[in-house]
C-alpha cells in the first residue's frame, strides 16, 4: 500500500513571503496527489491536483511540483498571506478509491 | 448549493453510550468515508462505500458501525465499544475519482 509522509510538522514564514511544503511518498506506482489545505476546526478543501503524467502544476498563487525520481511532491505557495494559516495535507491513492493522508503540516503566517 | 452536512457540530457523550453522527450529500455522489482525526494527526479511514447497501472497512473499524441505505445519507455510530472515541470526525464523498469533497466535521467528546 501507499504511504503518505510529510517532511515538517511546523512551518512558520513571514507574510508576503514563498512557502514550500514537502511531502514524500512511497508507492512509485502512485498517479495521481492532493493537496488539501484545513482551517482550524473545518474539514479539508481541494487546493490542487497533479497526475503522475506531469512534473508542474500551477494554480492561484499555489504551485504543486512532482519529483518522480525520489517520490517527493511539494506545494508552493506565493505571497503568502494571513489566510493561508492552516495545515496542510498530501494525499496519494491508497487502494480501490480510497486517498492516503500525510499527517500534515501547520503553516503559519507572522504579520 | 451542493454539498455535504455533517451534524451536530458539537457532540457530547457519556461513556457507554452509542452515538449517531450524521453526514448528507446532494453532490450525487457514489462513493463516502468516514474518516477520524486526533489532534496533530492525519485523516485515518474508519468506513468507506462505494454504492448504497455496501460497505468496506477501513483502517480503523474497531468500536464503529456504519449504514447506507441512501445515496445521499452515510451516518457513522461510534459505539460503546470504541476505546477512544474523543476526536473529530470527517464525512467525505467522491463522484469514484480520487477527489474527496469534505464536510464541515463533528466533533465528539466522550465525558
Known amino acids: 500500500g501507499e504511504s503518505v509522509g510529510l517532511h515538517l510538522p511546523t512551518l512558520s514564514v513571514q507574510e508576503g513571503d514563498n512557502s514550500i511544503i514537502n511531502c514524500a511518498y512511497s508507492n512509485s506506482a502512485s498517479d495521481y496527489f492532493i493537496w488539501y489545505k484545513q482551517e482550524s476546526g473545518k474539514g479539508p478543501q481541494f487546493i490542487i491536483d497533479i497526475r503522475s503524467n506531469m512534473d508542474k502544476r500551477q494554480g492561484q498563487r499555489v504551485t504543486v511540483l512532482l519529483n518522480k525520481t525520489v517520490k517527493h511532491l511539494s506545494l508552493q505557495i506565493a505571497a503568502t498571506q494571513p489566510g493561508d494559516s492552516a495545515v496542510y495535507f498530501c494525499a496519494a491513492p491508497g487502494g480501490g478509491n480510497k486517498l492516503t493522508f500525510g499527517t500534515g503540516t501547520q503553516l503559519k503566517v507572522e504579520l | 448549493d451542493g454539498g455535504i452536512t455533517q451534524s451536530p457540530k458539537y457532540l457530547f457523550r457519556k461513556e457507554g453510550q452509542n452515538v449517531t453522527l450524521s453526514c448528507e450529500q446532494n453532490?450525487?455522489?457514489?462513493?463516502m468515508y468516514w474518516y477520524r482525526q486526533d489532534p496533530g494527526q492525519g485523516l485515518r479511514l474508519i468506513y468507506y462505500?462505494?454504492?448504497?447497501?455496501?460497505?468496506q472497512k477501513g483502517d480503523i473499524a474497531e468500536g464503529y458501525s456504519v449504514s447506507r441505505e441512501k445515496k445521499e445519507s452515510f451516518p457513522l455510530t461510534v459505539t460503546s465499544a470504541q476505546k477512544n472515541p474523543t476526536a473529530f470526525y470527517l464525512c467525505?464523498?467522491?463522484?469514484?475519482?480520487?477527489?474527496?469533497?469534505f464536510g464541515p466535521g463533528t466533533r465528539l467528546t466522550v465525558l
Open positions: 467525505a464523498s467522491s463522484i469514484g475519482g480520487y477527489e474527496q469533497f
Open positions: 462505500s462505494q454504492i448504497v447497501n455496501d460497505f
Open positions: 453532490l450525487n455522489h457514489d462513493a
